[in-house]
């Protein structure tokens, strides 16, 4: 160790042959200290500059964690997307194989259901980011899943509203045989019979029922009384004809009386009137017709509501026997 001595500098005069102390004036001391000055700011500023280009702050630290958070929401996000994409595939499969099909409705076509959005700069305002691409596809997802999803409710009314035509078409087409217990006292079927007053095989257009006069009868399906549509209807004597909509028609023929007037709704199961014998009859019965599209077709399609099979099996057999009709 050897003592640390105070800082003065020293020459020696060869005049003199003596050392002589250097006085240092303030302004030299001056220079000196911005020297060391000057030299300290550059180190500093070189340090600074490596710190921020190699180093990251406390702030980008915490930015850049933050930045790690919205990544990891927006693949969660992506994969809760992709498993309701699952779910609303299977309801739009569930509607176009059964709903639709139930109400006789097309499926809804695919470019429908998946179109794609137009517009390739829909998208170009994520473009540019580090993310971007992961952004972009969650944008995307969520858009085509709306879309998905629209159309998906879209199919929901229509289905509906078909549901509840399809509820009020149900009440209306005729369904039940028009007196009671009527299916096991038909009397003649519909086809070519013998003509029960020109005794010719004349075309019989509809079913009859035989039951004392006076038994009631009954409207088959929801409608409007309507006026006989007039040339069919001479012979039927006091008759009822009621339109339920949906192109069906049906005719009570030979009534003894009748109970409801023209333009009066009636419904299924409803007291139209009573058996008689009045117009071309030869016994009391009720002739019954039902019409599709103007056409005349077999009321035996039309007793489903009433009859097990066994019935229905029963009542074909009686009403395709040829008998002489009344
Ligand atoms: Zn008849």
């Known amino acids: 160790m050897f003592k640390r001595r105070k800082k003065h500098q020293y020459h020696f005069n060869t005049k003199s042959l003596t050392f002589e102390k250097v006085k240092v004036s303030i302004k030299e001391k001056f220079k000196k200290f911005l020297y060391i000055a000057a030299a300290g700011l550059v180190f500093a500023t070189v340090v600074l500059l490596i710190a ?24 969660i996000l992506n994969e809760r997307m992709d498993k309701l994409d699952l779910v609303v595939k299977d309801m739009e499969n569930r509607d176009d194989n059964i709903y639709r099909v139930v109400f006789e409705a097309e499926p809804i076509p695919s470019s429908v259901r998946h179109a794609g959005f137009g517009g390739a700069d829909r998208y170009a305002k994520l473009d540019g980011y580090d993310n971007s691409k992961l952004i972009e596809s969650t944008t995307k997802k969520l858009d085509i899943l709306s879309r998905e999803l629209y159309v998906q409710s879209k199919s ?18 005729p369904a039940i045989v028009p007196i009671k217990g009527g299916a096991l006292k038909i009397g003649s079927g519909f086809g070519y019979r013998l003509h029960p007053i020109y005794k010719t095989l004349q075309m019989h257009p509809g079913i009859d029922f035989i039951a004392p006069r006076g038994t009631p009868i009954f409207a088959t399906g929801d409608g409007v009384v309507q006026s006989p549509p007039g040339n069919y209807l001479t012979g039927y004597g006091i008759c009822v004809v009621i339109n339920h909509g949906y192109g069906y028609e049906t005719l009570y023929g030979h009534m003894s009386r009748r109970v409801v007037s023209e333009g009066a709704v009636v419904k299924r199961g409803q007291l139209i009137g009573y058996i ?28 489903y509501n009433d009859l097990t099979p066994a019935e229905y099996q029963k009542v074909l057999e009686i009403s395709s026997k040829v008998n002489q009709s009344f």
């Not at 921020?52 to 693949?75: A, G, T, V, W």
């Not at 229509?158 to 078409?169: E, G, I, P, R």
Request: glycine share 4%.
């Open 156 to 173: 929901y009314d229509d289905v509906l509203a078909l549901a509840k035509d399809k509820t009020k078409m149900m009440a209306c087409i």
């Open 52 to 75: 921020y280009n190699f180093l990251n702050s406390p702030k980008e630290k915490m930015l850049q964690r933050e930045i790690d958070q919205y990544k990891l929401q927006y693949e």
């Open 276 to 303: 008689g014998s009045t117009g071309m009859s030869t016994a009391p019965h009720l002739h019954y017709e039902v019409w599709k599209s103007g056409a005349r077709i077999n009321p035996v399609n039309y007793f």
